[in-house]
């Protein structure tokens, strides 16, 4: 018994997924190229300290980059509550633009390979490190902005709480504080959590 509809077909692979691989091999057959050619011309020696010199450079890069991000996070908390956020920016952030495309740096120095040093000290240039940060920032808010509903840009925009039925309702969680006895059921504890 056959019947009128085609078997299902699998998924058309997505250009990306077909071309981040090949291009990760091309990658790694290039970096092994180089190594080899610079091991000829100057030696497995110098090829054994390049390495372990990138290793030891993307190692402090990347703690340096830790610290500032730390700093930076410890500062932030340490803010007054009330303080305003109008007032210009503090040194500290304006050192910490781009701190993520220094710890990349730093990574990409510590990987094995001359072309991956190469691309890691491009990203410890402060110029080119800021010009990363304000195209990967105008290229996620592009991105959030063409966001379908219900998708995760979405999910940024708006909260929403599910009911068990399955409804969205949309709304606000409102804190009562009240510090008057409970009401006269006798309830004093807390209530335990409503579930599903």
Same mark, same amino acid.
């Given at each position: 018994?056959?019947?009128?509809?085609?078997?299902?077909?699998?998924?058309?692979?997505?250009?990306?997924r077909?071309?981040?691989?090949?291009?990760?091999?091309?990658? =790694?057959?290039?970096?092994?190229? #180089? +190594?080899? $050619? *610079?091991?000829? /011309?100057?030696?497995? !020696?110098?090829?054994l300290?390049?390495l372990?010199?990138?290793?030891?450079?993307?190692?402090a890069?990347?703690?340096?980059?830790?610290?500032?991000?730390?700093?930076?996070?410890?500062?932030?908390?340490?803010?007054q509550?009330?303080?305003?956020?109008?007032?210009?920016?503090?040194?500290?952030?304006?050192?910490?633009s781009?701190?993520?495309?220094?710890?990349?740096?730093g990574?990409?120095?510590m990987?094995?390979?001359? =072309?991956?040093?190469?691309?890691? #000290? +491009?990203? $410890? *240039?402060?110029? /080119?490190?800021?010009? !990363?940060?304000?195209?990967?920032?105008r290229?996620l808010?592009?991105?959030?902005?063409?966001?379908?509903?219900?998708?995760?840009?979405?999910?940024f925009?708006?909260?929403?709480?599910?009911r068990?039925?399955?409804?969205?309702?949309?709304?606000e969680?409102?804190?009562?504080?009240r510090?008057?006895?409970?009401?006269?059921?006798?309830d004093?504890?807390?209530?335990?959590?409503?579930?599903?």
């Amino acid at each position: 018994m056959t019947t009128g509809t085609p078997p299902p077909t699998a998924p058309r692979r997505s250009r990306t997924r077909t071309l981040v691989p090949l291009g990760i091999a091309v990658w =790694l057959v290039v970096e092994i190229w #180089l +190594l080899i $050619l *610079v091991a000829e /011309v100057a030696g497995g !020696l110098t090829v054994l300290v390049l390495l372990v010199g990138g290793a030891v450079l993307g190692g402090a890069v990347i703690k340096r980059a830790g610290r500032r991000a730390f700093r930076n996070l410890t500062a932030t908390l340490q803010q007054q509550p009330g303080a305003e956020s109008d007032t210009e920016q503090p040194a500290g952030d304006r050192e910490s633009s781009g701190n993520g495309f220094l710890m990349l740096g730093g990574l990409l120095i510590m990987l094995p390979g001359l =072309l991956s040093d190469v691309v890691g #000290l +491009l990203c $410890l *240039v402060p110029p /080119v490190r800021s010009l !990363l940060s304000r195209y990967t920032e105008r290229s996620l808010e592009r991105r959030m902005n063409r966001a379908a509903p219900g998708s995760l840009g979405d999910a940024f925009q708006q909260a929403r709480m599910r009911r068990p039925d399955g409804k969205v309702v949309q709304g606000e969680v409102i804190k009562d504080d009240r510090t008057e006895p409970r009401d006269s059921h006798g309830d004093e504890g807390p209530r335990p959590p409503l579930t599903p």
